[in-house]
Structure formats: C-alpha cells, structure tokens
C-alpha cells in the first residue's frame, strides 16, 4: 500500500494564484520529506526538502509546511506561474535508508 | 551536473520478449534506483542497487530482474514482457539524500 497519499490528483490555478498540495504519512520512522517536480518528457527533479525538526521551509516562491503531530506536509506555491505548470510529487523516507516512498502525484496547471 | 541517460525515450515490444533497458550515471554514484511510473500510482520502486553487483527488491519485483556489472551502469530485464508492464520506466541514481532521474523509457508491450 502506499506510504504516503498525496491529494489532489490534479488541480487548475490562475496565475498569480496559490497552489497547495497536501500529502500524509503512517510511518513517524520517516525523517526526510522532499518535493520533486517533474515536466512533461523530462524525469522528476529535486524541489525543495524538510526535516521534521522545522515546521516550515521556505525556498523562493516554493514553500514547505510540516505537521509533526498529524503527520502531514503541504507544498505551496505562490504567485503561481505558467511556468510551474508540471506534475509534483512529495516523497518521505528515513535519512537512513537508500530509498524513497513516493506520493501518487498532482498535476498543476497554471493558466495565464 | 549529474547526468542520467536511459538508452532508450520509446521502446514498444511484443508479449512473451526479453527487454532491457539500460541505465548509466557520470557521477560515481554508488546507489541506483529502477521505478515505473503510472497516472495515479505515483513511483513505484522496481529494484534498487546500493553497490557494483548488489541489489534488492523494491515494492514491485515481480516480472523483473536487474544487473549491475560496473559502478555507472544498472539495466533494468523483463525476462518475458507482459502487456501490465507498459509504463514509464525511470531511473535513478543518488548522492546525499537526492535522487537524479534520468528522462524516462515508455515501454509499451503488445
């Protein structure tokens, strides 16, 4: 099953609008929880990562919110732009361990 | 900039064929990854590699098998292609907690 449930599947903003994309977690062993972005033909890329010991990072218009006690992260973008249009991943893992448990993923369409 | 290359973008074979799809990192990366991607699935992990000539099962196995003969390559044998194994086909490698895709390989199975 999966470890970590990302909604929504998709979602449509205007540009200069907020995105967010709200994902879960069961295992409280997890301590790392990256943000990989990924554009049509392309492989996802690395966006923005936090650990549970800070509730919130923020990296340009790219912000992470981390709940510790509800076990949920959210990604939000501000200021969206056509630009960021791509589908967005969150993923968690334990800094000890080589791999990844990967949200389901949400396309986000940015329309001018 | 580390580089993933897929030796193939599009690959479409007939049920019951060997397929291999071959992964090469430039970075001395010593961990790789094998996922498929699927809408609404997310990535799922094929199997991944922790060192030349080591490997382990991810969440999906079944049907596939991997090789890792030097550092910089990990191929990725479906030893009898079935049509529920059309997918995107991702690889990975990893360095410090950040995993690097390479562009993706469509498989698709007839």
């Known amino acids: 099953q999966q470890q970590v449930k990302q909604s929504p599947q998709s979602l449509i903003v205007q540009k200069g609008g907020i995105s967010i994309i709200n994902c879960a977690y069961e295992n409280t062993a997890f301590d790392y929880f990256p943000w990989y972005q990924q554009f049509p033909g392309k492989g996802p890329a690395l966006l923005i990562a936090?650990?549970?010991?800070?509730s919130e990072k923020k990296e340009g218009r790219f912000t992470i919110s981390f709940n510790k006690s509800a076990k949920q992260f959210s990604l939000h973008i501000m200021d969206s732009q056509p630009g960021d249009s791509a589908t967005y991943f969150c993923a968690a893992s334990k800094r000890t361990d080589y791999k990844l448990s990967f949200g389901a993923g949400t396309t986000v369409t940015v329309r001018a | 900039d580390v580089k993933v290359t897929q030796s193939s973008r599009y690959l479409v074979k007939r049920t019951g064929e060997k397929v291999f799809l071959e992964c090469v990192q430039d970075?001395?990366?010593?961990?790789m990854f094998w996922y498929r991607q699927d809408p609404g699935l997310g990535l799922r992990l094929i199997y991944f590699s922790y060192d030349v000539k080591m490997k382990e099962k991810g969440d999906i196995p079944e049907g596939y098998s991997v090789s890792r003969e030097k550092k910089e390559r990990f191929s990725l044998i479906l030893e009898s292609a079935s049509t529920n194994q059309t997918s995107m086909y991702l690889c990975?490698?990893?360095?410090?907690?950040?995993?690097?895709f390479g562009p993706g390989t469509r498989l698709t199975v007839t």
């Open positions: 990975a490698s990893r360095s410090k907690n950040e995993q690097y």
């Open positions: 970075m001395d990366h010593e961990n």
């Open positions: 936090i650990r549970p010991d800070v």
